[in-house]
C-alpha cells in the first residue's frame, strides 16, 4: 500500500524513461507510444505549409484488430486476424509488398460487451535486438526473427492460468528492458507481470499480486533502481526491474476492471488517469528500505478511458471522456486546467506529440494536426485518412503516416 508523506528537495530524484535495447533509428517506431513509450515523435520536421490532404502511398489488407503497427529498419510490422488466425505481417514500408508472414490458430470469443471491436489483436507488438515479440488477444506470445520471419520460440500460459485472457482481451503492450521482455499476463484477479528472457523466452522473474488491466507497463528509473511502473486489475503498482520484486502500489480500481491509460513521466512525477478517475500526478520515494508515495495534485475536471496523454514541456494534452469527448491541457506541474475543447468529440482520440505540433486520430478516422498550444487547441489541418474506424493507435516516422483501420493498413506521407 501507498503511503504519504512530504518529500524534501534533497531525496529529489529524477525519473528517466527506459527506451528500448539496442540502438534506435530516428526513422525507427519499435513499440506502443514509440522509441521512449510516450507518444512523442523524434525528429519531426513540419512542413512550411500544410498540404491541403496527406498522399496515399499504398493500401494492404492485413485483418482485423486494433494492434498498432511498428517500423522497423524499413519494414512495417502489423499483427491481426483473419478468420480463427491471427497473422504476423512483415512489409516493405516504401511499397507494401510482404516481405514474410506467420500465423496460427487463435479460437477467441468475444465478450458480448466488446463485439463490436471484434477479436483481432489489440496490443502492439514490440522489436528489439533483432527480434519481434507478438501478443495475441488470447495472450499467445510469439517471438520471432526480425529478418525472416523465422519463430523463435512461443508460449500460450494454459498450463498456469485457467483463463485465456483478460475479459475483453489482451490489450497489454510488452517493453523490452535490458535483454528482458516484460509482459503482464492473465485475468480474474490471477495472473503474473513477468520477464522472460528475450532471446530464449526462458522466465526471469514473476510477481504474482494481480492479474493484468490493459494498462501497457513503462520503466523508469527513480532514486538508483529502475522499476517497472503499470496498473494491474485493482492497483497502480511498481517492482524492481531485475527481479520482480513489489516496491510500491496504490489502490486503483475503474468501472468494469478497464485500467488501461499508459502512465506517462513528468520531471519527478508519474501521471495516471483511467474511467472516471480524473488525472493524477503522483511522486515515489525510498526512505531507508522503504518506498512511500504521495499524491502531488489531482484534477477532476478531465478524465482519461482509452486515450493516453502527451506532454509538450509543461503543457499536458489529452482527450477526456467526459462531456462524450473533449480536448484538454493541463498544467502538467500543478494539474490546473488551461482550457478545454467542446464536447461531444467521439468516443476515444488517440495522440502523439511531434515537436510543437499534436497529432490525434479520432476512432472516426479524422487525423486532427493541432499547434501545442496553453490557450485553446489550434487546429491546423483535419485529414480524413480511412473509411472504417481507427482504433489503432497512429505512428509518425519522418513525414509518412502508416494508419491501420478496422482490416487494411496504409500509408499516408505530408507532402
Known sequence: MSRHHSWPLALLALLIVVTLDGPVSAQDWAQWRGPNRDGVVPSFSAPKAWPENLKPMWKVTVGIGHSSPIVVAGKIFVHARQDEREVVSALDLNTGKLLWQDS?????????????????????PVAANGKLYTP????????????????AWRKDFSDQFKKTSPDFGTAMSPIVDRGLLIVHVRTSGQGALTAFDATTGEVKWRWTGDGPGYVSPVVVDLGGTRQVVTQSQSTIVSVAADTGKLLWSIPFT??????????????????????????????AV?????????????????????????????????FSHKNRGQYFCLDAATGKTLWMGEGRQGENAAMLMAGSIVFSLSHDADLIVSNASATGQAAIRTYHVAESPTWAHPILVGRRVPIKDATTLALWTIE
Not at 506470445?141 to 520471419?149: E, F, K, P, R, V
Not at 512511500?292 to 499536458?316: F, H, K, R
Request: proline share 5%.
Open 136 to 151: 495475441g488477444i488470447t495472450e499467445t506470445l510469439s517471438c520471432y526473427d526480425i529478418a525472416t520471419g523465422k519463430l
Open 104 to 124: 496460427y490458430d487463435a479460437p477467441y470469443t468475444v465478450n458480448p460487451s466488446a463485439t463490436a471491436h471484434g477479436k483481432g489483436a489489440e496490443s502492439t
Open 254 to 283: 475503474t468501472p468494469f476492471v478497464q485500467n488501461i491509460v499508459t502512465p506517462l513521466l513528468y520531471k519527478d512525477t508519474l501521471i495516471f488517469s483511467g474511467l472516471n478517475k480524473g488525472v493524477m500526478a503522483v511522486r
Open 286 to 318: 525510498k526512505r531507508g528500505e522503504e518506498w512511500t508515495t504521495e499524491q502531488v495534485w489531482q484534477n477532476a475536471d478531465v478524465s482519461m478511458y482509452m486515450n493516453s496523454p502527451i506532454l509538450n514541456g509543461n503543457l499536458l494534452f489529452g
